[in-house]
Every structure is written in structure tokens, then in C-alpha cells.
């Protein structure tokens, strides 16, 4: 099989890093795969040959039997030249990796109008696609109102595999967290919608823990703030972004999601894969994703819940390691997801 992948760039993100991780799968496979991208960003090597090209420019696609597309610039890249793409007889799939309504706009920090116009924009380029691939069942309902076309769920999968942490720094500070603390992880872009205040708050209550923050992003000055404010600065290790995020999960006593909306994060399979027990929000998605006795859930902006649910977390993390690597063995692996996307291409391809 040949296969066009189409992704904004290179760069070291969700949508990228599961681009990535299907070009090996259909490598390893035996299938021609290579991968086109359009901002000159690097961070991930792929398996494949990988060409940038410009927005409108065009690109021989005969040569493939299809192509898929990740991220709404790829999307209306694919938009803009569907004609060419139609003539060559070759099958668009594309990959959702948000919900694409108003309202997850909108929790997502648009504001209405323009949420309006991007859930518009969404609706017209998805809608001519051959099939849209959705991570999970919540997110198949709400597309489902939306797009007339093909409609498949395809979950998102990691491979993961533990080994040292790059800088030694950061291990050498963690360690000393851990020697007097019992340590809380995320890893995550940090933005309003990570609801990662809910922790600092969490941690007045919660003296026996500190806080390590692997990520960077628009909300992380606030954070440091509100942690000077409530008085636990001291229990707050703020790392910053680092490539291998997922390798910092073995130091973590318990993994913390306070999201208030995701599509499918890649941030609690590896933290899954690493057999790390983890607190979630008593959010829809994340109950699709990890079964209610694999984790703790507390109720979203309820830091008395969110503290009740940390002890009873640290209380069983043995027993709850053990039960969410072993869902993530049976249902959350790269090569689960590539398996499925590989049959779903077959099909297309067969027509």
C-alpha cells in the first residue's frame, strides 16, 4: 500500500507524535509511506522520507493509493486541491483529533464568534473527505451531527517504553522532592483548559505532596503565582518542556489529568504505559478511555474531591498501576492502532 501522510510539520506534538508512530507501524509492514509537511519545526525522526512543501503547492498524489491527513491546515490543504486529488483516484482519510463543534471551540479559548467560523470552516473541509477517523465514541456523537460522510473510531495508541530521563538535573531535583514528598505528576501544554490550578489549590490540603509540572505553555506564569499565593511554592518543581516527557512518569507517585476537555491524550497512555496510577476529571472522554476501577476520578473544579480521590489513589497505586498497564497492553499500543488503520486503509483502498 502507499501512503501520503499529511501533518502541519515536524514538530514534537499529539497529532504529530501519532503520525509518527502509524508511519512505523506501516513501515514495518512493508508499505511506501511518506510523509508531507509545511513549517520548517523539527523534533520527531520519521521512519520515511519527509518533504516540505508550501500551501499551494501542488503535489503528485496518483502515485498513492491514500492519503491521510492530520490537523485542519493539512485538512484545507486537501480542501483547496480536492479536484487534483479526485482526478488522481486517490482515497482522503482524515484523522479528527479534537472535536470540531462550537462549544469545544469554545472551551478551548475562542470566543464565540470565531469558534462559529472555525466549527464552519471544519464542517465544510471534513465533509469532503472519503472518511474521517474519530478517537472515541463521544467524539463519533458529536461529528455525527455534523459530517454526512464516513464516520470510523479509531482509538490513539502509544508503544512506550521507560528508560533515563535526558537531563540529569531534573532527575537529581525530583529525587530530592521525592526523598521528602509524595510526588504528583502532569505532563502537558499548560493552558486554562489543563485545569492544572486545580493541583496548586490541592496541595493546601495535601501536605504530605509536592508537584512536579513537565510542560510549558500560556498558563504556566499564572501557575507560579497561585503557588506564591496559597503558600506552596516550595512543593512545586515547574520543569519546563522536555522531548522525553514520558520518561519522567517512573518518578511520579501518582499521574494527575485535570483537563476539562481533551480529544485523546497522549499524556495518560504513557503515563499508562508506564504503569503509573493516575487521578482523572469525571470527564466523558476520559471514562471512555480508562474503566472506572483502573483509576481515581473526582469531580471536576472540586478540590475537596480532587483531594479525597489523591489520597485514595496513593492509598491503592500499587493495585491501580498493575490494572491500567494492563488495559493499556490490551487496548491502548501503537500497534493496536496501527492494526486498525491499516485495515481501515484496505478497505477504502478496495472501495
Not at 121 to 139: E, F, H, M, P, R
Not at 180 to 202: E, H, P
Not at 240 to 253: L, M, R
Request: aromatic fraction near 10%; include cysteine.
Amino acid at each position: 500500500m502507499r501512503i501520503a501522510i499529511l501533518i502541519p510539520s515536524l514538530a514534537n506534538k499529539g497529532p504529530v507524535i501519532v503520525a509518527k508512530d502509524l508511519s512505523r507501524f506501516f513501515v514495518e509492514n512493508r508499505c511506501d509511506c511518506h510523509v508531507y509537511y509545511f513549517d520548517e519545526i523539527k523534533g520527531l525522526d520519521f521512519p520515511c522520507q519527509c518533504t516540505k512543501i508550501g500551501f499551494f503547492e501542488n503535489v503528485d498524489f496518483s502515485q498513492y493509493d491514500i492519503v491521510h491527513v492530520h490537523c485542519l491546515r493539512p485538512m484545507l490543504y486537501a480542501y483547496l486541491h480536492r479536484s487534483q486529488l479526485k482526478k488522481s483516484n486517490v482515497k482522503v482519510v482524515a484523522t479528527l483529533h479534537q472535536p470540531i463543534t462550537k462549544q469545544a471551540f469554545v472551551i478551548g479559548g475562542y470566543n464565540p464568534l470565531l469558534a462559529s467560523c472555525i466549527a464552519y470552516v471544519n464542517k465544510i473541509a471534513y465533509n469532503s473527505t472519503d472518511c474521517n477517523v474519530v478517537l472515541s465514541g463521544i467524539q463519533h456523537q458529536l461529528a455525527n451531527g455534523i459530517l454526512k460522510n464516513k464516520i470510523e473510531i479509531i482509538n490513539n495508541g502509544r508503544n512506550v517504553s521507560c528508560a533515563e530521563i535526558k537531563n540529569l538535573e531534573n532527575k537529581r531535583l525530583i529525587e530530592e522532592f521525592s526523598a521528602k514528598y509524595k510526588i504528583l505528576g502532569s505532563a502537558s501544554v499548560i493552558t486554562k483548559g489543563k485545569g492544572l490550578d486545580q493541583v496548586v489549590n490541592a496541595l493546601t490540603k495535601l501536605k504530605d505532596f509536592a508537584f512536579v509540572c513537565v510542560g510549558d505553555g500560556p498558563e504556566l506564569s499564572a501557575l507560579k503565582s497561585l503557588a506564591i499565593k496559597n503558600g506552596v511554592e516550595d512543593r512545586c518543581l515547574w520543569l519546563g518542556y522536555q522531548s522525553d516527557a514520558a520518561n519522567y512518569y517512573q518518578y511520579f507517585d501518582l499521574f494527575v489529568m485535570t483537563t476539562h476537555s481533551e480529544g485523546f491524550p497522549l499524556a495518560l497512555i504513557e503515563a499508562a504505559g508506564n504503569r503509573t496510577a493516575s487521578v482523572l476529571s469525571n470527564i466523558e472522554i476520559l471514562r471512555q478511555i480508562i474503566p472506572a476501577d483502573c483509576a481515581v476520578f473526582y469531580e471536576l473544579d472540586n478540590i475537596e474531591s480532587l483531594s479525597a480521590a489523591i489520597v485514595e489513589a496513593y492509598n491503592h497505586k500499587d493495585e491501580l498501576s498493575s490494572k491500567i498497564y494492563n488495559h493499556y497492553i490490551n487496548n491502548l499500543t501503537a500497534d493496536i492502532m496501527g492494526k486498525k488503520y491499516f485495515s481501515l486503509f484496505e478497505n477504502i483502498k478496495k472501495g
